[in-house]
């Protein structure tokens, strides 16, 4: 039992380890671990394949958890979509990691962006679908008039708070197709947040228990993935390179999470 | 038996999986929804697992749910027997 418990500590010992290695980079930057064992280079060099390591396995446990549920279940196109969409976010990683890997450097725009817009869409239809299930199923996921008070505050919340910060962002010079990109990936998180925001109400019931774990592990990532964005947004746009670990921290915690959601689900339907 | 002792074993059985607040709202919701009062009789009865079967098996699989059902089942019938 106790062995049991301890290999499923692991995985998350291992994300936190990845998470605290760029927190300590941001921290202390100069400091000698950074200074002489891993310079920036080689840091982003960890990063993008812990990344490439979450994304993969986050895509490959949501399409076992698809395929572990049967074709009349009506969430198995929900699992499938989440699958494609985080598929979809490692198809975008794996165009940058030679870059970062060999170079050291991170390309942007690159043909990686169309595979990380192309992500959103999947995973919002993945959540609506969500929805539908446990609506269809007779869950309590509120009436219209609260489900719509719930979007429209977070989005208004959304806004109030995203304005602000793409402001700056979109003021800066750069391509087109940089600040369009710098304030789409805010923006897109903003519309993810708003049917992630109908599941918060449905977890938050479900606390306590498996399922509630699961939506919490995913739901803990999609938001984070939602903050790493807007850090990245501002890296990007206004050379703010002391945001570097802060990019590669937020993203590697997001991703770890959705996988770790992911893999939560599965053992609930292997148990 | 009665409509709550049932749903208090129907609860006790679910919330390891979809929590308590979850298992006892989605009960409620659907014994309202089956004109289910303050006892039930065995068809109610059997509708009202079929739906509860059907809401866990979104979140278990099948299998997992016909076996929280059947746990749900035995629990009942335990609490029928002769006290």
Redesign the interface.
Known sequence: MSGKRSRGALPWAVLGLAVLLFLGWAAAPAGALYARLLPPSRLLMIAALVKLVYLLAGSAFAFACRD???AD???RPAWLLLSQGVLSMFAGQLCLAPFQVVNGETPFPSVADMFFVLAYPFLIASFLVFLN??RE????IGSLAERVGIVAGVGAVGVLVALPLLRPVAATGGTLLERILNVAYPVLDLVLLLPLALLLR?A?????????DVWAILLGGFFVLSVADVIFAHFQALGAAHLDPLVHASFILAYGLIAGGAHRQLQ??E? | MTTSEAVEVMVKAM????????AR??TE??CQ?LGIAATMSRDQLEALLG?LG??L??????D?AASVVAEVRAALAALEAPR
């Open positions: 572990r549920l049967e279940n009506p969430a299930a446990y199923a007779g869950f309590p449905i938050l019931r479900l606390r306590g228990s498996h399922a509630g609930l339907l148990s | 919330a390891p999986y979809i929590g308590d607040t979850m709202s989605a919701a659907h929804r739906k059907g809401g098996n979104i979140f278990l699989g099948r997992k």
